[in-house]
Every structure is written in C-alpha cells, then in structure tokens.
C-alpha cells in the first residue's frame, strides 16, 4: 500500500523502526535529495494510529524539500516521527535509541528539533549518531545566546511574512491594533505572539496545554479562546502555529480572516484547499514559505555565518512572499501553486553536479 498511498511522491527513502526494550516507534522519510543531503524535525506526537503517523511523515518530509529549495539552500528534504505522548512516554534512553537508528541511515537525514522534541533530546540521540543539527551553542540570529533551538528563528521569520501579507492585503506598513489568533503557543507560537504584541497587536491564543495559554495571557495580554473558536473568530489574521491540515472543507468556509499567515506544517489538508482559499478572497501564506526561518538557521549553524548573514537571510521570507502574492495576482491562480512551482523550479533544476561545495552539513554530531 506505501507506493499507492496518496501522500506518497516518489520518496527516496523510507524506514520504520521498533525498539520494544524502550517503547520507540518511529518513521524516517526522506522525500528528495536534489539539492543535498535531507534535513529535517524529528518530530514525537501521540499520533491515534500508524497510518496517521505514516501520513504525517510523508507530508512533512515533502514539504521540508519545498521549503529549502524556496528558501535557496542546498538542502533536501526529510523528517522523522516519533510515535508517542512526549510528556509522558519520553526517556533519555529512547532518545538513544532514536539516535542508533538515525546513525544507522548513514546521513542520508540529518534530524532537527521539530514539535515534541528540544534540543537536549536532540543531543541525546547524538550520544549515538553524527547526523543531528541544531544543537551548537553560539550567537543566535538576534544577537542573543542560542543553544541551537531553531524556534526564535522559525518564530521570527513567520513575523516577518505574517508582515508581508498585511502590507500585501491590507495596505499597511505597522501592526498597531491588528487582530491575530493564534492556534499553538508552544515554542514557535509563543516567539511569535511576542513579536505581535511589541508590535501593538491585539492577540487571541489556544493551546492544547493550559500553563502554554496562561503564559501568554499573563506575559503578552492575550486573550484566551475555545479549540473551537480560534480558527474562527472575526480577526484580520489567523495563525495555525500547531498540527497541520487545518484548513479543509469544514474549516475554511467558517473563516472570517482575510489572511492566513501560520508557522504550522502542511496547513492544507488537501491542494484543492489552496484554490478554496483564493476562492473566498483569504490571502494565503503559504506554510513552507513562511515557516522557513528555521531550516535557514539550522543551515548556517555549521558555515560559521554571523548572525547578521543568518537574519538577512530569514528577512528574505517577506520578499519571497511578496513575490508569491504579486504573482499570484497577475495570473489569477492560488499562492500555493506559485510557492509549489517556485520550489520545483528549484529543486528539479539542481543537478548533482552543481552541490559539489563543501557540505556545510557533513560534520554534524
């Protein structure tokens, strides 16, 4: 049934793994390595059953190889699973295991943090493999200390096209008294409703985890809503900074934003949503597009870059952006269709030959 599946796009590779003595079940997909060796979150969600997590996976790791190529780094696509409850069933030795397996692949991935793991995790599983990134300690993109955690720059670089795609529909340059919901305020969606809220937004914040919603209630004087509200409420922009699909047939005739701007992976359940979107006059940004602060970050963290390099870097998402949204408006057809053609042109025209420079990735661990 795997080459059947309907989230199957000619994956390169695909490997299950089983340690009974610790409980790990995870999955390792690798979409495409055009571009360079696959780079990718390991992700550890309590999924309700395997094919939910084989979907998942198979979805991640495609849209990582869009996400590189539309952000120009030589870097493939891949992500990992990890099935399970990360508050409850998580221990430092599956975490080892997990790194066996991954060194086992022989760097054809290179694991990240991603949701359900942190960078301690991360540098557990490199007890055992070279093949893990995002863990360096040295001077984050703002100047800060940065133990490797890409999420500050995920989180900025969502800010800056969540800023784009104001300035694109509604015609405005400051975020003074802008309406946002956000659907996730972990580690991303936190960093995020801060950016907004310096900037003089009014927020409204769900999380599944209460102490998540109390810290920006109490710290950023959020306003709390329902599971069942947040992607719903009368706002100007909506950001899904948790699990993806949430845009389907159900949720996107219920919206009453005008832009969709979210950290979260594979918003879309299913491309047609793309046009369903567009249908409807809500300006999309596309997730791959503007989530892609991270993967950057990640990148540089082996080159030696300065933090001005990286954060000129993830300043690029808005003109990407706005690239998408004009293009998208001079041809009529959806933003998602320009991102993903974008991205194809990308990554299909990188031959192996033009990646033979030094790979800034090839002394992880």
């Not at 309907?6 to 055009?34: M, Q, R, W, Y």
């Not at 998580?90 to 086992?104: D, P, V």
């Not at 001077?139 to 490797?148: K, L």
Request: aromatic share 6%; proline share 5%; charged share 25%.
């Amino acid at each position: 049934m795997l080459f059947s599946h309907p989230e199957f796009d000619n994956h390169e590779h695909l490997s299950f793994f089983c340690d009974p003595e610790t409980g790990l079940k995870a999955i390792v997909a690798i979409h495409n390595t055009s571009r360079g060796p696959a780079l990718g979150g390991c992700r550890m969600f309590p999924y309700t059953s395997d094919e939910e997590a084989l979907r998942d996976v198979l979805r991640l790791s495609r849209g990582m190889t869009y996400k590189s190529a539309l952000a120009n780094l030589d870097l493939g696509g891949g992500k990992s699973v990890i099935i399970g409850d990360p508050r409850k069933h998580k221990t430092e030795a599956m975490m080892e295991a997990m790194g066996r397996h991954l060194e086992s692949l022989g760097g054809q991935y290179i694991a990240a943090e991603d949701s359900g793991t942190s960078v301690p995790d991360l540098k557990v599983m490199g007890r055992h493999t070279r093949y893990v990134a995002g863990i360096a300690s040295r001077t984050g993109f703002d100047g800060n200390p940065s133990n490797g955690d890409p999420s500050p720059a995920t989180a900025y670089g969502t800010f800056i096209g969540l800023k784009a795609a104001v300035k694109h529909k509604l015609g405005r340059n400051d975020l003074k008294g802008l309406k946002v919901a956000i659907q996730g305020i972990g580690n991303v969606g936190f960093r995020l409703a801060k950016h907004l809220a310096e900037a003089g937004a009014e927020l409204w914040v769900y999380d599944i985890h209460e102490d998540n919603m109390r810290r920006a209630v109490d710290q950023l004087g959020a306003r709390p809503a329902s599971a069942e509200d947040i992607l719903f409420l009368p706002v100007d922009v909506v950001a899904p900074c948790a699990m993806g699909a949430v845009l389907n047939d159900n949720s996107i005739p219920q919206l009453q934003a005008g832009i969709i701007a979210g950290a979260a992976n594979n918003l879309l359940e299913h491309p047609e949503h793309d046009a369903m979107l567009r249908d409807r006059g809500i300006l999309y940004a596309p997730d791959f597009a503007i989530n892609a602060g991270g993967i950057i970050d990640v990148f540089y963290e082996r080159t030696g870059a300065t933090p001005e390099t990286v954060r000129a870097h993830v300043d690029t998402i808005g003109d990407t952006l706005t690239e998408i949204f004009n293009r998208s408006d001079r041809s009529g057809r959806p933003t998602g269709e320009i991102a993903n053609e974008l991205a194809e042109e990308r990554f299909q025209k990188h031959t192996a030959g033009a990646g033979l420079a030094p790979d800034p990735l090839a002394r992880v661990g």
